[in-house]
């Protein structure tokens, strides 16, 4: 009876120490899981105390000692890293911003690959040098806020960047030439800032850009006839600059795909080249408040697609080309 007493004792506590070293496993399993990404966390609540104004509470589950793959604006893919962060304010909504800068130390964040802040209205600061010690950003666009000062000489050394937008803030200065290093890239969008000087010649290199977008800033001289290059070009906005001269001739080679040339409110002049005719894929042509003179070339005939044709605000002349368009949405002459 003692004996069968003490084996009972003994059974009991033999799984009790069992039930202890399992919970304990557990807890070693759950503090190595956290410390997974406790970089991710210490980067995210510093970009959160560098943000001095939160009206509408957008970063209100961003709580330490919580998983930061479920906070607001987080992705994570695979791997319990945080992978992309993404903010975007309404414009529609009053409260719906952030007042504050970027903290440096969201270069913690190291599997980041895309950063997207968007509309946020009140994010100030110059371009963080944080972006040039971090290894996958790949995606990044910081548009509609505040940043200002130069864009870095040495931007060409993010040469893994597939897109990159800063529009709608304020930036002065030149665009880099370095930025010819960005081979890369499928998207650059340096639109509505202050920049100034002429587009680089090096751009030409950039040959698997999609979009290419300045407009909107205080970028002057020539437009540089080097596009020939780019094969799959479909939006080039150079409009509400301080460009001159022609249109150049290598343009043309954009034809098969370019569905967006904006070139208006520039001091661009001379006659409206006749191949522009040949860009049937053209959704949107604005060649509007510039010094064209003579008469709209006949080739127009065949831009049957368009939907948005603006010329006005030229100096050209009678007679107006016959076009037979299909479903124009707005015609400005």
């Given at each position: 009876?003692?004996?069968?007493?003490?084996?009972?004792?003994?059974?009991?506590?033999?799984?009790?120490?069992?039930?202890?070293l399992f919970l304990l496993a557990l807890r070693c399993?759950?503090?190595?899981?956290?410390?997974?990404?406790?970089?991710?966390?210490?980067?995210?609540?510093?970009?959160?105390?560098?943000?001095?104004?939160?009206?509408?509470?957008?970063?209100?589950?961003?709580?330490?000692?919580?998983?930061?793959?479920?906070?607001?604006?987080?992705?994570?893919?695979?791997?319990?890293?945080?992978?992309?962060?993404?903010?975007?304010?309404?414009?529609?909504?009053?409260?719906?911003?952030?007042?504050?800068?970027?903290?440096?130390?969201?270069?913690?964040?190291?599997?980041l690959v895309g950063i997207y802040l968007l509309n946020?209205?009140?994010?100030?600061?110059?371009?963080?040098?944080?972006?040039?010690?971090?290894?996958?950003?790949?995606?990044?666009?910081?548009?509609?806020?505040?940043?200002?000062?130069?864009?870095?000489?040495?931007?060409?050394?993010?040469?893994?960047?597939?897109?990159?937008?800063?529009?709608?803030?304020?930036?002065?200065?030149?665009?880099?030439?370095?930025?010819?290093?960005?081979?890369?890239l499928t998207q650059l969008n340096f639109g509505g800032?202050?920049?100034?000087?002429?587009?680089?010649?090096?751009?030409?290199?950039?040959?698997?850009?999609?979009?290419?977008?300045?407009?909107?800033?205080?970028?002057?001289?020539?437009?540089?006839?080097?596009?020939?290059?780019?094969?799959?070009?479909?939006?080039?906005?150079?409009?509400?600059?301080?460009?001159?001269?022609?249109?150049?001739?290598?343009?043309?080679?954009?034809?098969?795909?370019?569905?967006?040339?904006?070139?208006?409110?520039?001091?661009?002049?001379?006659?409206?080249?006749?191949?522009?005719?040949?860009?049937?894929?053209?959704?949107?042509?604005?060649?509007?408040?510039?010094?064209?003179?003579?008469?709209?070339?006949?080739?127009?005939?065949?831009?049957?697609?368009?939907?948005?044709?603006?010329?006005?605000?030229?100096?050209?002349?009678?007679?107006?080309?016959?076009?037979?368009?299909?479903?124009?949405?707005?015609?400005?002459?």
């Amino acid at each position: 009876m003692f004996f069968t007493s003490t084996l009972q004792n003994t059974t009991t506590m033999m799984k009790a120490l069992k039930a202890s070293l399992f919970l304990l496993a557990l807890r070693c399993l759950t503090v190595a899981s956290a410390a997974w990404h406790v970089d991710d966390e210490s980067g995210l609540l510093a970009f959160k105390s560098a943000i001095t104004h939160d009206p509408s509470g957008m970063l209100q589950d961003w709580k330490p000692g919580t998983d930061c793959c479920k906070w607001s604006g987080m992705d994570c893919l695979g791997e319990n890293r945080v992978m992309t962060l993404s903010l975007t304010g309404q414009p529609g909504e009053r409260d719906s911003f952030l007042f504050g800068t970027i903290s440096p130390s969201l270069g913690k964040v190291q599997n980041l690959v895309g950063i997207y802040l968007l509309n946020l209205r009140n994010i100030s600061g110059p371009f963080r040098i944080f972006f040039f010690r971090m290894s996958k950003p790949q995606y990044v666009y910081i548009e509609y806020n505040r940043l200002s000062g130069l864009i870095p000489r040495n931007i060409g050394n993010l040469a893994r960047f597939s897109a990159m937008s800063l529009e709608g803030n304020r930036f002065t200065g030149p665009i880099p030439s370095s930025i010819s290093q960005l081979t890369g890239l499928t998207q650059l969008n340096f639109g509505g800032n202050m920049l100034t000087g002429p587009i680089p010649a090096g751009i030409s290199r950039l040959k698997n850009l999609s979009l290419l977008s300045v407009d909107r800033n205080q970028l002057s001289a020539g437009i540089p006839d080097f596009f020939s290059s780019f094969t799959d070009l479909r939006v080039l906005r150079l409009s509400h600059n301080k460009f001159s001269g022609k249109i150049p001739k290598s343009i043309s080679s954009l034809a098969p795909n370019l569905a967006y040339l904006e070139l208006g409110h520039n001091s661009l002049a001379g006659q409206v080249p006749d191949f522009l005719g040949n860009f049937t894929a053209l959704d949107t042509l604005d060649l509007s408040w510039n010094q064209f003179s003579g008469i709209v070339p006949k080739t127009f005939s065949k831009l049957t697609k368009i939907f948005n044709l603006d010329l006005s605000h030229n100096s050209l002349v009678d007679p107006f080309p016959e076009m037979f368009v299909k479903g124009i949405d707005s015609l400005d002459l």
